[in-house]
């Protein structure tokens, strides 16, 4: 079973950073794709990006040069480097894993299995 879970999260003003990890609890970590998603209340879960084991990586157009998405493999530890952060930014961010067949082109949930509980993003300006 895996088991996902976020931390990192908080309250930031705009322009700043934040970094948010993932730990997992999974035997497969290296071979699965990971992806990051967010929320905000009355809005769509979106996807905003996702890292293969080959650590080629997909971001969403609205944090494309803002974000980077990161794995450390030996630590089973998934990040997202979040710069410039604007409002539009805050949610409820997840992070997400699937069952190690591989990203697709997109940043699509129904490809993901695995989810944490997430972790709060604010950001005030």
């Known amino acids: 079973q895996v088991r996902l879970a976020e931390s990192g999260g908080g309250s930031v003003e705009a322009g700043g950073s934040l970094r948010l990890s993932c730990g997992a609890t999974t035997a497969a970590f290296n071979s699965r794709c990971l992806a990051w998603f967010r929320q905000s209340p009355g809005q769509e879960r979106e996807g905003v990006a996702q890292i293969d084991k080959f650590v080629r990586t997909t971001y969403a157009d609205s944090v494309k040069g803002r974000f980077s998405v990161s794995r450390d493999n030996t630590k089973k530890t998934l990040y997202l480097q979040m710069t410039n952060l604007k409002p539009d930014d805050t949610g409820m961010y997840y992070c997400?894993?699937?069952?190690?067949?591989?990203?697709?082109?997109?940043?699509?949930?129904?490809?993901?299995?695995?989810w944490g509980t997430g972790t709060q993003v604010t950001v005030v300006s």
């Open positions: 997400a894993a699937d069952r190690a067949s591989g990203c697709s082109g997109d940043i699509r949930d129904t490809d993901f299995t695995y």
